[in-house]
């Protein structure tokens, strides 16, 4: 019997008694040590692991925070970097403004110079000479070979000057500014027309900036016209045109108080009075020689004469 475990239980029915074997008694106490070890060690593993995850967490939220610095660090550097670019950039705009402003102010000045001298007569006369002798052997057919290739004539029909070349008061601004060109009447998609044969080397056919839809055709011999604040462009970036073409339809776009044509005519980047050309005919053929003197037109002329010799030969 000493390998029997007796249990006995007693009640108000009286007591019974029960045999347990020996081995069974130890499987119950194995068992009973195991699940206490099963959850003392399942204990000490979660406890162990929370400790890590925590270590973990911290360590993770002092990287996150290192990173926050240096994103925040960054971010500072980025917008002290943003801010001198937008101060550089309008540095830039500005100092671009007064390099304009300078620019079209010689111009004016040089202009003036010219008229001036013009008035008084201080002009060298053996240059004038050489004008002279060199319109002289000028023939007819030179003459019109000259007028398809420099812009000459007006750009519209019935039409008038409603604002001059040189220095005016802005009628949007109203400030004191030198006009490059001169302002046309026209009515609204009036045809304009190219004023001597050329390359389209400019289209702006959207309403933007100052001057809205442009054309600008670069003509021979250095010359370019510009015809600005159009309703719509007629022709594109390369194209070939002949005098009488039209490129576009007048209007109102950019800044503009109202429907007109801006006409401009320059000559090795330099600005000149585009009216002189508008009346510029056959008949009045040597006049402009005399009238702008900003252009070489001794040599010019020569070199006209040269190139429409060869190209009838």
Known sequence: MKNRLIITVSDVHGTKAFNVHQIAKKLIV???????????????????????????????????????????????????????????????????????????????????????????????????????ETLDSISDNTKYFTLLTIPNGSPLKNTRVTSQYGYRIHPITKRKKFHRGIDLRARMRTPVKATANGVVVYVRSRDRGDFGRVVKLQHSFGFMTIYAHLNKTEVKLGDVIRKGQVIGLSGNSGRSSAAHLHYEVRYGGKILNPKDFITWNFKNYDKIFTKQRRVKWESLVRLISEQHKMVLQ
């Open 30 to 132: 194995f068992i009973v040590l195991f699940v206490l070890l099963v959850i003392g060690g399942g204990s000490w593993f979660i406890n162990n692991l929370s400790d890590k995850m925590e270590t973990l967490k911290e360590q993770k939220q002092r990287e996150l925070a290192k990173k926050e610095v240096e994103i925040d660090k960054k971010e500072k550097e980025i917008t002290a970097l943003n801010e001198k670019e937008q101060k550089l950039q309008a540095q830039n705009k500005f100092y671009s403004l007064q390099i304009k402003s300078k620019v079209e102010d010689i111009d004016a000045l040089s202009s003036k110079l010219d008229e001036i001298e013009s008035m008084i007569g201080l002009k060298d006369e053996k240059i004038e000479q050489l004008t002279k």
